[in-house]
């Protein structure tokens, strides 16, 4: 969140290792975020990285590597590595997933749920805000349900699990940062969530909580270990 007329230098993430050259002189976002598993591990990463430096710096390494990965798994690998080649093999099958999915009245928010397992929730200060990324949110969730195997299915799930999923950001440790642009940045821990919340004059604009059993990777050691000789085939 930022102030009128300010210049702020944003931190990011890139998701096209091989990319080296605009598309556009202008600045313009995708409609698409990274996949919540990607978005759990990058939580902790920066967790890790202000307790060390005070800095939100990312491991960038990392989140190549799991694209990489995600990219070879889903069978849409790109000359430059890019995230978006995965959405685009993907677009029919997101679209099926999507198509399912409509907001109620006043909605801020919602509580995800894969194969039975409640993987993530983002939530906001206004419906008006919800709405406009509630599209790409469900499509990112939708991306992980794809690409979680049917083995991970959990049968028993009931409903107030995702009301007992709600009510842990409320009782987990909590450690507050000055934010890049306005207000507090506050990351979220658990023994079983990571997350992160911006707070601005005694609200809470945007939270975002990750199951770490939910968000597992089992193909992780895979994906670490293609981490060198993989990234090398997408150079140019």
Known sequence: MIAGKDTVVI?????????WSYKSK????????MSPRMRADKSEQLDLSLDLSGSFTSDQSAIWSDISAKSLRMQARSSSGAMSAIYEKKNDSIKDYTKH??????????????????????????????????????????????????????????KNRAAEF???????SVKPHPSV?????????SKTITGFALAHDDQILHLSAFSKTGTENKEKPFTRMIRSTHRRQFRR
Request: a negative charge; charged letters at 30%.
């Open 11 to 19: 931190p990011v993430s890139c998701v096209e290792q091989g990319r």
């Open 26 to 33: 202008k600045f313009y976002s995708q409609k698409r975020v």
């Open 101 to 158: 999915f409509n907001l109620t009245a006043s909605q801020v928010g919602a509580v995800f749920v894969i194969n039975g397992r409640v993987v993530g929730m983002d939530c906001f200060g206004k419906p008006e805000t919800f709405e406009k990324v509630s599209d790409k949110l469900v499509e990112s969730y939708a991306l992980d349900a794809i690409d979680t195997p049917e083995s991970e299915k959990d049968s028993k799930f009931e």
């Open 166 to 172: 709600v009510r842990i950001p409320t009782t987990c």
């Open 181 to 189: 642009g306005l207000g507090t940045d506050c990351r979220l821990e």
